[in-house]
């Protein structure tokens, strides 16, 4: 396994300073925020995208995944905070369709950029009017990306979160099951797989074989607040030795979202006790 970085630690720099500063702490990848400041599918330039493979390759840096969960630029204002809005599985037809394209121009960037995968969430459970009509429109929706991931051979990964439509590792299998692509998978976050009172075991077997990508964060009194790896009670060890039994050898993604104010010293703390274990 490969330790990287997410720049959504780094919101208030820009992603070329972003990079610059994982690299340099020593991370071998950094997952890529597909949002407000960094990379906006669709509407970042073609000179700036050039700018950053040029500087991926330069270091070198892989890349962990394209987080294409959020959208906060498609408001203006700019939210407060981040929101899932508009969503794969909302009542609205064209918010869905937004929200499609978006997903789709995410696996385009990440072809150019030699990403293996992009990740993507469900919504909130009323956004497609009631959770059964939103399971419906979020399937449908990742019929329809899942055939572009196809074409570029990118795998999507949905990231399941408490209090999101798809908020459990046995809901994410089943919708894995009903798309019925061997492209999609999961981008676990074991911080939502503890909260939900998962074991290791229990997320880690129900999902092998469809992970994508791993976010490691830690987390304390089961309170939905990102900590330093090792300032938590979120047993990290026995998600990554399940892990490892289950052959999984792809990216732990630190993710830091919660300190933009210091990413550098919080990046550093994680990545010497990720090294250790």
């Known amino acids: 396994m490969k330790l990287a970085y997410s720049t959504n630690a780094y919101t208030r720099t820009s992603l070329i300073d972003a990079l610059n500063s994982i690299a340099g702490i020593g991370f071998d990848g950094a997952e890529i925020l597909c949002d407000h400041p960094h990379l906006f599918p669709g509407v970042t330039t073609e000179h700036d995208v050039e700018t950053i493979k040029a500087l991926l390759e330069e270091k070198p840096l892989g890349i962990s995944n394209l987080n294409a969960n959020t959208a906060n630029c498609y408001f203006n204002p700019l939210p407060a905070e981040n929101i899932f809005e508009p969503s794969l599985s909302s009542a609205n037809k064209e918010h869905r369709a937004w929200r499609i394209h978006f997903s789709q121009e995410a696996i385009r960037l990440a072809s150019y950029l030699g990403a293996r995968c992009i990740s993507v969430t469900s919504g909130h459970p009323g956004s497609g009017g009631s959770p059964q009509q939103g399971l419906t429109y979020f399937i449908e929706s990742l019929q329809q990306i899942c055939k ?13 979160e408490p209090g999101l439509l798809v908020e459990r590792a046995a809901e994410v299998a089943e919708v894995i099951e009903q798309v019925g692509s061997p492209h999609l998978g999961v981008n676990l976050d074991i911080g939502h797989s ?4 998962e074991t290791a075991a229990e997320a880690i077997d129900c999902l092998a074989g469809r992970i994508w990508n791993v976010h490691v964060e830690d987390i304390a009194s089961h309170k939905h ?8 009670d979120l047993p990290i060890a026995d998600y990554l030795n399940r892990l490892k039994n289950a052959g999984y050898d792809g990216y732990l993604t630190v993710e830091l979202y919660t300190f933009p104010d210091k990413p550098e010293v919080v990046g550093r703390r994680a990545l010497q006790y990720l090294q250790k274990l």
């Open 225 to 232: 607040y990102h900590l330093v790896p090792g300032d938590g």
């Open 194 to 197: 503890y909260l939900n009172h």
């Open 148 to 160: 572009v991931a196809e074409r570029y051979d990118i795998q999507v990964g949905i990231e399941y």
